[in-house]
């Protein structure tokens, strides 16, 4: 039997206050925006509300770089709001959690400005700071040839102390060193901090990277086009990973918090589970990057790469089985602040199927076992940017870093810039970041001022206005997803997973087996008519009923052979 928690039990909405409601007319969400649409949140049925990072920083990476971990970025609001929301979401029954984001800190965090100050600062081990190597021309090279997220180098030349340090994102986002124990107590510090204060939890930015390999070895050649390889089986999961995990989880468990890591580039269910089994004393539950991978190409993230239903299959199954049968727990997530948007990743955003698009995945991701994660603009079934978007409307980092060194190594290739381009209005995080459409008035609802970001010129359409006023939404359907997983926990929760449909069409089938029942899951991911035959006799001698469909269908034959003709895009449980 499967142990019960409540954090299996919840839902998840993520907010990421930007991009959320401006209140005051700046252009920029803010916490008391995240106040006044409470009941909107709360109407959709989640539990818990995870905000993206309100720290202060310098905003390099939109906030993933803190220069003080317990004071809040002016535009957003003051520390007085972050007690209100968590005390307005308590009241309702509802939970906070809010970013941890320890692996690196702001160069501006005082940290690294005293680590930087001398060798001998007290603060130095703080962070990860290197002798330079030098190549047989005598130039000086960095300690090994790691790439950085955002391009380049993952190392940065200080020239004071003619020393290196590490930064597996932008140079602005210098590396904690976690070797060092006074380290590892100011997060305890910072976790401690928050908790008292009321919040239910973190979500922990990149957590598989703060234990490195010592030695920091030069990466395998897994990009011939750069002199900078990606490293992470050196920092990905490294050797006191286990170690460090289990001295916050001990933490999280003296408050009974929540927690979910996000781990990239780590796919071995082995080690995942390392981290997230229930009697490991490490997280509840971690974000792993096999489906995110599904569309980028031997050339990165920005290069193409089609993908078939059937991979998807496989890597869901995967993760649905070997958790249920190893006492882990699934984070189940499709969207985020870093992901495109998946009616228009994993189905077809052309209005005539746009809605029946966004249903689809939402059955799709809110039947199976884990905990489901909404991400803000998902319930309204918000797509990628439009296709006149020029490099100019961007504000991501990681976007705007791949485009200038696209200038720099590679001009006068117009072919390949617009290519590029393409990539981006497929794949850049901006296409997660436009503000959220609260109405057809001007900018979409979203604010008074001029928008920080363009708001998408779909918005008098694709709205939340009209979509609550419309029974048969996106956001009504999700609603109902969440409603029928607190209807019938044994089942959606806790039960097992069975792929039904293991063959290579582009039909995705599955059923969920409890001793309270059986239920099934059937998904045509193609916009036309397909027929699909029943495999099995899943309700043998059981009657059964549709309890969601993006269509209207009433029934459904359930006896093994016969066939079914599925609507381009159904999906039905
Ligand atoms: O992201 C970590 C990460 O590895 C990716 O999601 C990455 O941002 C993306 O794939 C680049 O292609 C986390 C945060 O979610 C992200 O917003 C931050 O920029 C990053 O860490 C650094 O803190
Ligand atoms: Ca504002």
Same mark, same amino acid.
């Given at each position: 039997?499967?142990?019960?928690?409540?954090?299996?039990?919840?839902?998840?909405?993520?907010?990421?206050?930007?991009?959320?409601?401006?209140?005051?007319?700046?252009?920029?969400?803010?916490?008391?925006?995240? &106040?006044?649409?409470?009941?909107? &949140?709360?109407?959709?049925?989640?539990?818990?509300?995870?905000?993206?990072?309100?720290?202060?920083?310098?905003?390099?990476?939109?906030?993933?770089?803190?220069?003080?971990?317990?004071?809040?970025?002016?535009?957003?609001?003051?520390?007085?709001?972050?007690?209100?929301?968590?005390?307005?979401?308590?009241?309702?029954?509802?939970?906070?959690?809010?970013?941890?984001?320890?692996?690196?800190?702001?160069?501006?965090?005082?940290?690294?400005?005293?680590?930087?100050?001398?060798?001998?600062?007290?603060?130095?081990?703080?962070?990860?700071?290197?002798?330079?190597?030098?190549?047989?021309?005598?130039?000086?090279?960095?300690?090994?040839?790691?790439?950085?997220?955002?391009?380049?180098?993952?190392?940065?030349?200080?020239?004071?102390?003619?020393?290196?340090?590490?930064?597996?994102?932008?140079?602005?986002?210098?590396?904690?060193?976690?070797?060092?124990?006074?380290?590892?107590?100011?997060?305890?510090?910072?976790?401690?901090?928050?908790?008292?204060?009321?919040?239910?939890?973190?979500?922990?930015?990149?957590?598989?990277?703060?234990?490195?390999?010592?030695?920091?070895?030069?990466?395998?050649?897994?990009?011939?086009?750069? &002199?900078?390889?990606?490293?992470?089986?050196?920092?990905?999961?490294?050797?006191?990973?286990?170690?460090?995990?289990?001295?916050?989880?001990?933490?999280?468990?003296?408050?009974?918090?929540?927690?979910?890591?996000?781990?990239?580039?780590?796919?071995?269910?082995?080690?995942?589970?390392?981290?997230?089994?229930?009697?490991?004393?490490?997280?509840?539950?971690?974000?792993?990057?096999?489906?995110?991978?599904?569309?980028?190409?031997?050339?990165?993230?920005?290069?193409?790469?089609?993908?078939?239903?059937?991979?998807?299959?496989?890597?869901?199954?995967?993760?649905?089985?070997?958790?249920?049968?190893?006492?882990?727990?699934?984070?189940?997530?499709?969207?985020?602040?870093?992901?495109?948007?998946?009616?228009?990743?994993?189905?077809?955003?052309?209005?005539?199927?746009?809605?029946?698009?966004?249903?689809?995945?939402?059955?799709?991701?809110?039947?199976?076992?884990?905990?489901?994660?909404?991400?803000?603009?998902?319930?309204?079934?918000?797509?990628?940017?439009?296709?006149?978007?020029?490099?100019?409307?961007?504000?991501?980092?990681?976007?705007?870093?791949?485009?200038?060194?696209?200038?720099?190594?590679?001009?006068?290739?117009?072919?390949?810039?617009?290519?590029?381009?393409?990539?981006?209005?497929?794949?850049?995080?901006?296409?997660?970041?436009?503000?959220?459409?609260?109405?057809?008035?001007?900018?979409?609802?979203?604010?008074?001022?001029?928008?920080?970001?363009?708001?998408?010129?779909?918005?008098?359409?694709?709205?939340?206005?009209?979509?609550?006023?419309?029974?048969?939404?996106?956001?009504?359907?999700?609603?109902?997803?969440?409603?029928?997983?607190?209807?019938?926990?044994?089942?959606?929760?806790?039960?097992?997973?069975?792929?039904?449909?293991?063959?290579?069409?582009?039909?995705?089938?599955?059923?969920?087996?409890?001793?309270?029942?059986?239920?099934?899951?059937?998904?045509?991911?193609?916009?036309?008519?397909?027929?699909?035959?029943?495999?099995?006799?899943?309700?043998?001698?059981?009657?059964?009923?549709?309890?969601?469909?993006?269509?209207?269908?009433?029934?459904?034959?359930?006896?093994?052979?016969?066939?079914?003709?599925?609507?381009?895009?159904?999906?039905?449980?």
């Amino acid at each position: 039997e499967m142990p019960r928690a409540w954090w299996k039990e919840s839902s998840v909405y993520q907010i990421y206050t930007p991009s959320f409601k401006d209140s005051n007319g700046d252009g920029i969400g803010d916490l008391r925006g995240v &106040i006044d649409k409470l009941d909107y &949140i709360q109407n959709l049925g989640v539990d818990i509300v995870w905000l993206n990072p309100v720290f202060k920083s310098p905003q390099v990476d939109m906030g993933y770089d803190i220069s003080d971990y317990v004071d809040i970025h002016p535009p957003y609001g003051t520390a007085a709001d972050v007690d209100e929301l968590t005390e307005a979401l308590h009241q309702r029954g509802m939970k906070l959690v809010m970013d941890l984001v320890v692996n690196h800190t702001s160069d501006q965090h005082p940290w690294f400005q005293e680590s930087r100050s001398s060798p001998t600062s007290e603060y130095r081990d703080w962070y990860i700071w290197k002798k330079p190597k030098f190549d047989k021309d005598g130039q000086r090279q960095p300690p090994n040839n790691w790439v950085s997220y955002f391009g380049g180098s993952a190392w940065e030349y200080d020239e004071a102390s003619g020393e290196y340090y590490l930064h597996l994102f932008a140079k602005e986002q210098p590396d904690l060193n976690w070797e060092t124990p006074a380290v590892r107590e100011a997060v305890e510090k910072i976790m401690r901090y928050w908790l008292d204060k009321g919040i239910d939890g973190f979500r922990m930015d990149v957590i598989n990277f703060i234990s490195k390999d010592l030695d920091f070895p030069d990466a395998p050649i897994s990009n011939p086009d750069s &002199i900078w390889q990606n490293g992470a089986q050196y920092y990905a999961c490294g050797p006191r990973l286990h170690e460090f995990l289990q001295d916050i989880g001990k933490i999280l468990k003296e408050y009974d918090a929540f927690s979910v890591g996000e781990m990239p580039e780590v796919n071995d269910s082995d080690e995942i589970l390392k981290a997230v089994g229930f009697d490991r004393g490490e997280l509840s539950m971690i974000f792993h990057f096999e489906l995110m991978g599904l569309d980028h190409g031997a050339g990165g993230k920005f290069t193409p790469r089609e993908w078939k239903v059937s991979e998807l299959k496989s890597i869901v199954s995967k993760w649905q089985t070997v958790m249920h049968e190893n006492n882990g727990w699934n984070a189940l997530y499709l969207e985020n602040h870093d992901q495109p948007r998946t009616v228009s990743r994993f189905a077809v955003d052309h209005p005539q199927y746009r809605a029946l698009s966004a249903k689809l995945l939402a059955t799709f991701l809110g039947f199976q076992s884990g905990t489901v994660f909404i991400y803000q603009g998902q319930e309204l079934g918000m797509a990628n940017v439009p296709h006149d978007w020029t490099i100019d409307r961007y504000r991501d980092i990681e976007t705007l870093n791949h485009w200038q060194e696209l200038q720099v190594t590679k001009q006068d290739q117009s072919a390949l810039h617009a290519a590029t381009l393409a990539e981006y209005r497929s794949k850049s995080r901006d296409n997660a970041r436009t503000p959220i459409q609260w109405d057809d008035s001007t900018h979409a609802g979203f604010s008074t001022g001029v928008p920080w970001i363009p708001v998408h010129e779909d918005y008098p359409a694709w709205n939340a206005a009209a979509q609550l006023a419309d029974q048969g939404s996106v956001y009504h359907f999700w609603a109902r997803v969440l409603q029928l997983r607190k209807q019938y926990p044994d089942i959606f929760v806790y039960g097992s997973f069975e792929l039904v449909s293991s063959d290579d069409s582009e039909i995705f089938a599955y059923a969920r087996h409890s001793s309270a029942g059986t239920s099934l899951v059937v998904l045509n991911f193609e916009p036309r008519e397909a027929s699909w035959t029943m495999p099995q006799n899943l309700f043998a001698g059981r009657g059964s009923e549709v309890v969601l469909s993006n269509y209207s269908r009433g029934k459904v034959s359930t006896v093994a052979g016969e066939s079914i003709t599925l609507a381009p895009l159904e999906a039905f449980v």
